[in-house]
């Protein structure tokens, strides 16, 4: 039995069957209003775009960990602000042959991921093309009179904190790599894989960290010693961390030792973990632990036990 | 001397030069924070998706009118609720051959469209692919206590208004399709496709729309009939559109003597002219024209000096 695609049941139809996953009664007309939801709110937006065998492959990803990526990359952007994700809006090109569950599988994911915040998806557009490409928008609400948490607030004294696993996504990865597919990785290896193909994200740390007075804020998308380069460079100060407190952990370390590579490229470099870090005057919040200090020693660097980092390479999109 | 490319300056290289065409304060950290400038402002978005050959063709608009266009069929759904752009997010795709030029040369149609209203480039992400594929969400403010202008709320009694010119870029495209590029077409027919290449749209006229008691507003983005069609299904009503006041001009007339079209293939099923059309109880606001009533003589449907339209199809993006 051959797949129906979108060929078959055409724009309209696809868009139909999106709306019946993912209902929302500010879906539908010309553009979704947003009603803000605490006084004095502010409006938080960010963009990703994903196009498949660049940053996604539908034979070691499901078309759902693919949409809950694609949401999870992006409300960690609002998160990083410290505010709450509450929208998203779904952009795809598909070619017509692209069957009908793989667009809708997507929905799926984004929708699932959108409920643990809880987030809507409130508006899209479908478009065929040549390459499966998906665009999208988060939105998110910035509520009271507080500042946002920018990369430029980190401040000599402050604590540098984490929340989250760090170089799990980039383990995943290399096993996919190496291994050719999820199903040929040992299965020792699957929580790895899964990070990869779906990060882990706890929702509200971010808005949680800005209730306790966390300064700066981003999360590890592009690579630890990058993300956390960018607060020191915006901040024109030192963040000094300890190597105890990054270290791979057991799995990592087999995982590791399975592959001939050393773990610490995946914690220093990997990104896409969307791990939240950051810098506070007082103690970590809940949900976060602390992983060094930030100083003046030198303007604009990131240390690691005092020395500059062995390896510090991110991951591009080009 | 070869052009340089995104694969000669890379994602940063490409980034910078599109901050640099379009700077924002609130460009930058992970997400951009919006500030709302009214009292009670709830917040609209929507986004649109455009792929190179099926959307646009760059041997036939440069790339600051594919960044215009863009940027106006987004602002449109944004003005048709009724409410104010304020931002957009930028996302694109494109090969590694591509000329930076064309990056940015898109970016600073963006930004001149985007200065009429005026909307900031706040963010969004730059990634390669095999495809040139653009995604810009746009958002807007709509200030007050009122309703936004939704398509389901023309009532039996309101005069059908519209704002804008329509069909003329279905006929800018036809004379594209015939003479093969810009440069061959007629000079005499240079409004049709400049039309086409970036739809004219008088930015204010949604949030005036709505300030003086329009009920229904929606912009003419997927053909006459279509559009008007999704008013009447989503109000229950039917608008009866008078012919006379959408006839063709003579610069359609004398285009479709040219090539042998009807032109009013064009007004009835061309959409992309983003031409706001509603209804309202009063009289046409400043910038609106009467076309028509909207009457319960049918559900659901739309007629023209009485009948069905003699072209009812649209512009669908499979």
Same mark, same amino acid.
């Given at each position: 039995?051959?797949?129906? $695609? ?6 309209? @139809? ?20 947003l ?14 775009? /994903?196009?498949? @065998?660049?940053? =996604? *492959? ?23 602000? @410290?505010?709450r994700p509450t929208a998203?809006? =779904?952009?795809?090109?598909? %070619? ?7 667009? $809708? ?12 915040? %809880?987030a ?8 065929? @093309?040549? #390459?499966?490409? +998906?665009?999208?928008?988060?939105m998110g609400e /910035? ?7 920018? *990369? ?20 995943? /990865? ?8 999820? &199903? *040929?990785?040992? #299965? ?5 894989? &899964?990070?990869?193909?779906? !990060?882990? =994200? ?27 380069? &960018? ?13 105890? &407190?990054?270290? %791979? ?9 399975? /592959? ?18 950051? #810098? $506070?005057?007082?103690? !970590?919040? $809940?949900? =976060? ?11 604009? #660097?990131?240390? +690691? ?5 062995? *390896? ?7």
């Amino acid at each position: 039995m051959t797949e129906l $695609t979108i060929g078959d049941i055409g724009e309209f @139809g696809v868009i139909e069957a999106i709306r019946a996953i993912a209902p929302s009664a500010r879906n539908g007309d010309d553009a979704a209003v947003l009603t803000q939801t605490t006084p004095n709110a502010r409006f938080v937006t960010s963009t990703d775009m /994903l196009v498949e @065998g660049r940053h =996604f *492959r539908l034979d070691w990803s499901t078309p759902q960990q693919v949409g809950a990526k694609a949401a999870v990359q992006n409300f960690a952007d609002i998160e990083s602000m @410290g505010a709450r994700p509450t929208a998203m809006l =779904f952009a795809i090109s598909a %070619p017509l042959h692209t069957p009908v569950s793989v667009v $809708t599988g997507i929905a799926e994911g984004l929708w699932q991921e959108g409920k643990q915040c %809880p987030a809507e998806l409130v508006g899209g557009d479908m478009v065929s @093309g040549d #390459s499966l490409v +998906i665009s999208i928008s988060a939105m998110g609400e /910035l509520g009271g009179l507080g500042r946002p948490l920018l *990369r430029s607030a980190a401040r000599a004294g402050d604590t540098v904190i984490a929340s989250g696993r760090i170089g799990y996504s980039a383990a995943g /990865l290399a096993l996919l790599q190496h291994c050719g597919s999820p &199903a *040929r990785v040992p #299965s020792e290896f699957a929580q790895l894989v &899964a990070a990869h193909c779906t !990060p882990e =994200f706890e929702y509200r740390r971010g808005a949680t960290a800005r209730a306790t007075g966390v300064r700066s804020l981003t999360d590890n998308s592009d690579g630890l010693v990058v993300d956390l380069r &960018a607060i020191a460079q915006a901040s024109r100060v030192t963040l000094e961390v300890d190597s105890s &407190a990054i270290a %791979p952990d057991e799995l990592q370390i087999a995982a590791g030792e399975y /592959l001939g590579i050393d773990p610490w490229e995946w914690v220093l470099t990997g990104g896409e973990d969307h791990t939240l870090i950051g #810098s $506070t005057p007082g103690e !970590p919040p $809940t949900g =976060f632990r602390a992983i060094g200090t930030v100083s003046k020693e030198k303007f604009d #660097s990131v240390l +690691i036990d005092g020395k500059p980092p062995a *390896r510090d390479a991110g991951w591009v999109s080009f």
